[in-house]
């Protein structure tokens, strides 16, 4: 149990970083991702090989709680109390529309970036989400630095070629 509590504070504003960008800096979504994250690592704990860091690990156990997240609420269907029972006023319902297309945005770049070869996909997420630095991820994943670069540099460009001809964004 101490161990746990040591990994638990020496990763817990990383992997809530990690999770506030992913979630598009929805706060309370992120603590709660966070908290699943942890209980997931600590249920697996003893599962853990060292094959990798641990902060790897668990930004891994992060990445699989915000995606199985997207998959529940997407498979939920929108509630009457969602709705608006009032008109808003213009101002009002132009910010809420771009607030949705921006977070329609994320998703579907989610779902694109997901589809990505393995390893260019892990690279763009530390890259975009983590901030890590290409030396940093090339250690994390095994390869080189000028390996990471030409995969993040590669999956920004697929990023944007899919996003243009699946929902028709110009990025």
Same mark, same amino acid.
């Given at each position: 149990m101490e161990q746990f509590e040591t990994i638990f504070q020496c990763h817990y504003t990383d992997i809530y970083r990690f999770?506030?960008?992913l979630c598009h800096y929805q706060e309370s979504l992120a603590e709660e991702l966070t908290q699943e994250t942890f209980y997931q690592a600590y249920l697996s704990l003893p599962q853990f090989e060292g094959r990798c860091a641990i902060k790897t690990w668990l930004i891994q156990i992060a990445k699989n709680c915000f995606? *199985?997240?997207l998959r529940k609420q997407k498979a939920m269907p929108l509630s009457l109390e969602e709705? $608006?029972?009032e008109p808003s006023e213009d101002a009002a319902h132009s *910010?809420?529309? %771009?607030?949705f297309a921006q977070r329609e945005l994320l998703q579907n770049a989610l779902l694109v970036i997901d589809?990505? $070869? %393995?390893?260019m996909k892990e690279v763009m997420l530390y890259r975009m989400y983590s901030e890590l630095t290409y030396v940093e991820i090339g250690a994390l994943l095994s390869i080189s630095t000028s390996s990471a670069k030409v995969l993040f540099h590669r999956g920004k460009l697929l990023?944007?070629?899919?996003l243009r001809e699946v929902y028709g964004y110009e990025i």
């Open positions: 999770l506030l960008r995606y *199985a997240m709705l $608006p029972t *910010a809420l529309e %771009e607030n589809s990505l $070869p %393995e390893q990023l944007r070629i899919r």
